[in-house]
């Protein structure tokens, strides 16, 4: 039921507002905001359940890639969908559980010559690729558009995530990315994982509360949360301003920056 007062369905979201300093304002804020999903995956797709649940007003969900049966041991929203385009699978999970969410769907794969189309004109980007390469692309967009941005990666039972909404940057630790394979991954391991995403990215969005301080390591094999301490490095090409624009040349091989300006 809709509230005489306002457009808000007070009942889909009554847990969140009956929270005192949630309210009814911090859920306008979400249906207003715009967030944008990249990759459908194993981060994504927990990242885009509780985005669009929590009511989230605008997703784009950009995935270039297929629903494939070996996925479901974790990107969970795409059940039933084999064969499908992720961000098409996507869109029709979000539709049928909360009607609020208008999702644009992207099938596309994030390069520099489409990255500043993709991200601008939202909010918050939510970084949930499964490669070096796109975090890099994503991290000097995000920080050149001035874009808040929250990463995190898995491994087996491992993850970590950090939000960017200045300096340090994801180039701050790690300048360069290592070589790459594709990781074993616990599903839940990309649940938390992609939940942390989630409740980052309404906390930029409504100013509630504090994001996550430098870098957060999770080991769920262990059960051992730390949290590290992130400086700005002094010689990052992205904080220091050194590149203004994204160069094709800086996302090849080890993704170091080799072009400035
Ligand atoms: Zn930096």
């Known amino acids: 039921m809709r509230s005489m007062t306002s457009l808000i369905d007070a009942e889909r979201y009554s847990r969140q507002i009956m929270i005192s300093y949630f309210g009814e304002e911090a859920q306008e804020k979400l249906l207003k905001a715009k967030v944008v999903v990249i990759g459908a995956g194993g981060l994504g797709s927990p990242a885009i359940m509780y985005l669009a649940a929590a009511g989230v007003g605008k997703l784009t969900v950009v995935d270039f890639d297929t629903v494939e049966k070996s996925n479901l041991q974790r990107q969970v929203i795409h059940s039933g969908r084999i ?12 539709e049928s559980l909360n009607p609020d969410v208008k999702v644009k769907v992207l099938k596309e794969k994030i390069e520099p010559e489409n990255v500043v189309r993709i991200i601008e004109n939202h909010d918050v980007v939510v970084s949930c690729p499964d490669n070096f390469r796109t975090r890099f692309i994503l991290n000097d967009a995000c920080r050149i558009l001035d874009i808040p941005m929250v990463h995190a990666a898995i491994y087996e039972f491992e993850g970590e995530a950090m939000t960017i909404k200045h300096s340090p940057c994801y180039r701050c630790v790690y300048p360069a990315a290592p070589p790459s394979k594709v ?9 938390v994982l992609g939940s942390i995403q989630a409740v980052e990215a309404m906390k930029i969005i409504t100013g509630i509360g504090n994001t996550i301080s430098g870098l957060l390591r999770i080991d769920l094999q262990n059960m051992e949360f730390f949290n590290i301490n992130v400086k700005p490095n002094e010689s990052c090409p992205v904080c220091s301003g050194r590149i203004k624009r994204i160069h094709l040349e800086n996302y090849s091989d080890s993704c170091k920056v080799v072009k400035f300006d």
């Open 83 to 94: 064969g499908w385009n992720k961000a098409e699978s996507a869109k029709e999970f979000v």
């Open 183 to 191: 990781p074993g991954i616990i599903g839940a391991t990309a649940g």
